[in-house]
């Protein structure tokens, strides 16, 4: 394969099933964004009030905030495949009364952000799947593209959906616009029944939802890379949200158009966005993430100003195709980033968290911007997001984004389960595990440093009450002891450990000076009950 094929941005869509899955999302989209235009559009004319306006968005994004761990956790723990049909058999039966309500003219407000909100908690629970699978179906090479190409379908529907959106609001009202959506989820199903994978198979029991979620917050929580993704993120979708939640008042009132206007100027974001796109895979090889993030701050700092000054459509749509190419940029890279730092048993729920932080700051900012704007205006509260947009640009020279990932994070498989004198079920525990290690002095500065990083690993896959020892009485020997709650839990610990972390592993085995390998104690705790008979009551004392 030649350089310039390595390179295409196309190239996942040689693989039949993203292909076929790819080109069924791109009609879900265009679904989506139909809908999209005709919920913001009867708000706009069934409300005055600016903040329930924008409250549309923040009721597409909410769920994705709050239910997208949850979502992560179901993602790693079941079959993929099969949590996306039933994300998108819930959004057709949703759909499909959002429209009957329309057709019996019985929506309200509150109704209409109900739906709303319904059909997005449906996109919280399909969303960490469709986003994991990818990395399942494509090579990992492939995955940055991968991930563009998914943006990329999304903007082009963005470019024409909206526009075809207005069109079919201002011709045949917003209940036509919920029609067409209903219709959209078809595709996606279909090619979701048709796509056949295999699923490795697991000796070890699934993690309860609990556990699962617990393990996906201690991953993130012990990988700093992934927090500063994840605030970014955050930081980006609060203030980025003002554009796309405060457009139909811009369309309306600033620009004196109707659906059709509003329909155009998205359109013109997702012309941006297949730009941006196209550009992700350049952008990549001539700067670092950290300068893509910051021009992409920059350049919606620099769209939101404009739109919310401008009188004039097409200025304005040339704004918004800057903000949509940014748009792109910043998240797809986002979204890379994570997949490419996060092994295959945790991703999902990494991704879902990095979800929950994004769309947590969009719907947030939705609320926001959209109190700004209901008491100073549309026009002030786009020009204070960029202003903020701009402040955004410097948190890089205190939270620097990590370069791509060059981590090999498959599983090392190196772990063999021992063979136990000890009858135990995978329940028994609680599990104490001491390893010894012989550290002359000259090595101890070193192995100090390693084993701090060793630490974090442990934890981070499942670990607790880590603590490192050194015997009094042969200072040379250091001891690594550490807890897991049960048997399955210390098997599953030991299969966490990938390819990168070999590293730590194979130094410290170095630095071991012992004429055999560092010696392994496993161990169960036991509580010492004394039998009835011989416990010391006071009444036997003998006080004569």
Not at 310 to 316: A, F, G, L, Y
Not at 335 to 358: D, E, F, I, K
Not at 522 to 536: G, K, L, S, W, Y
Request: glycine residues 8%; contains cysteine.
């Amino acid at each position: 394969m030649s350089t310039s094929e390595r390179r295409s941005p196309l190239l996942p869509l040689r693989n039949e099933a993203y292909r076929r899955i790819w080109l069924a999302s791109i009609s879900s989209n265009l679904g989506g964004l139909i809908q999209g235009v005709g919920a913001a559009w009867m708000m706009a004319s069934i409300s005055t009030s600016e903040n329930m306006v924008a409250l549309v968005q923040a009721s597409n994004t909410g769920p994705i905030m709050l239910l997208s761990l949850i979502a992560g956790a179901i993602a790693d723990s079941f079959d993929r495949r099969k949590v996306m049909i039933a994300a998108q058999l819930f959004m057709i039966v949703v759909s499909a009364l959002l429209t009957l309500f329309a057709l019996l003219d019985l929506i309200t407000p509150w109704a209409l952000l109900a739906f709303t909100f319904l059909i997005g908690c449906g996109t919280a629970l399909n969303n960490p799947s469709w986003q994991a699978s990818v990395g399942d179906i494509v090579p990992r090479a492939d995955l940055p593209a991968a991930v563009s190409l998914n943006s990329m379908g999304f903007n082009i529907t963005r470019s024409v959906g909206p526009a075809i959106g207005g069109a079919i609001v201002a011709a045949a009202g917003a209940a036509a616009a919920f029609a067409v959506n209903t219709l959209s989820y078809f595709a996606i199903t279909y090619a979701l029944f048709r796509w056949r994978h295999d699923i490795p198979k697991s000796p070890l029991p699934r993690e309860h939802l609990g556990s699962a979620i617990a393990a996906g917050l201690r991953y993130v929580a012990m990988s700093p890379n992934l927090g500063k993704v994840l605030f970014r993120g955050f930081v980006f979708g609060l203030k980025a949200t003002a554009i796309l939640s405060l457009l139909p008042i811009v369309a309306r009132d600033q620009l004196s158009g109707g659906p059709l206007t509003f329909g155009g100027l998205l359109g013109a974001f997702g012309l941006g966005a297949i730009f941006g796109a196209f550009s992700n895979q350049r952008a990549r090889e001539l700067l670092s993430s950290e300068d893509i993030v910051r021009f992409a701050f920059a350049g919606f700092a620099v769209a939101a100003g404009v739109t919310g000054i401008s009188t004039s459509v097409w200025i304005t749509a040339l704004a918004l195709m800057v903000a949509g190419a940014c748009w792109v940029l910043a998240l797809s890279l986002f979204n890379t980033v994570v997949q490419l730092s996060a092994p295959r048993w945790v991703v999902g729920r990494a991704l879902s968290l990095y979800q929950t932080a994004t769309f947590g700051g969009m719907a947030t900012g939705s609320w926001l911007w959209g109190s700004v704007a209901e008491n100073y205006g549309s026009g002030h509260a786009l020009v204070a997001s960029s202003l903020l947009m701009i402040a955004g640009v410097f948190i890089g020279f205190f939270l620097p984004m990590p370069a791509f990932a060059t981590l090999d994070l498959d599983p090392l498989n190196r772990f063999n389960e021992p063979a136990l004198k000890l009858d135990i079920r995978p329940r028994s525990g609680p599990i104490v595990i001491h390893v010894d290690f012989e550290i002359t002095d000259e090595d101890v500065p070193e192995f100090l440093r390693i084993m701090v990083e060793r630490r974090r690993i442990r934890l981070r896959d499942g670990a607790r009450n880590w603590t490192l020892m050194r015997d009094l009485e042969n200072p040379d020997i250091w001891t690594e002891t550490y807890h897991v709650p049960t048997w399955v839990d210390y098997v599953r610990h030991n299969q966490r450990r990938t390819k990168a972390d070999a590293e730590i592993t194979d130094r410290l085995i170095e630095l071991h000076r012992g004429d055999r390998p560092p010696k392994v104690h496993r161990m169960i705790e036991r509580q010492a009950i004394p039998p009835a008979d011989d416990v010391f009551h006071q009444s036997h004392i003998d006080h004569h």
